[in-house]
């Protein structure tokens, strides 16, 4: 396979691992709160710290009850959390039950990189592994062609 179509599939590849990252993320939530989003103030009612640090926490908007979970993305440790706890909440106004607690613009920029990461080295992963197989293989019919073989 000649450069331009390693080049193509490389483009491929990288694209969808993209797309998924972007569905599979909540890149999408982080981004849209971080440009849309409303703060308010939230309290923890729960913490399951060894599900990766998980808390679980609730916040008014207009006039209902929302709820989440995050871990992570404010100035405690979740081993010093307790239900009651005052916690920063961003919702989006016309969807708060999308939400998360402390910076949206830095949970985006954490959950971009991973994803930039994954679409660029996976798919160069993966063809490098495929070229070289590709040459073994026809280094194999060479060498039978040619009497060489095992």
């Known amino acids: ?78 081993a010093r959390l307790k239900a009651g706890d005052a916690v920063a909440v961003t919702y989006l106004p016309d969807a708060p039950s999308v939400s998360t607690t402390g910076d949206a613009r830095q949970r985006r920029a954490r959950e971009l990189i991973p994803g930039l990461l994954a679409s660029v080295l996976f798919p160069a992963v993966i063809l490098l592994r495929l070229r ?8 194999r019919r060479g060498d039978a062609q040619h009497g060489h073989g095992h």
């Open 132 to 139: 070289h197989h590709l040459r073994r293989r026809q280094a």
């Open 1 to 78: 396979m000649d450069a331009a179509r390693w080049l193509i599939a490389w483009l491929a590849l990288a694209a969808a691992f993209g797309a998924a990252a972007y569905r599979l993320t909540r890149f999408q939530d982080y981004a849209a709160l971080a440009s849309r989003g409303t703060a308010v103030k939230g309290v923890v009612i729960g913490t399951n710290c060894e599900l990766h640090g998980t808390y679980r926490y609730t916040f008014e908007a207009g006039g209902h009850w929302y709820s989440g979970s995050a871990n992570g993305g404010i100035d405690r440790d979740c």
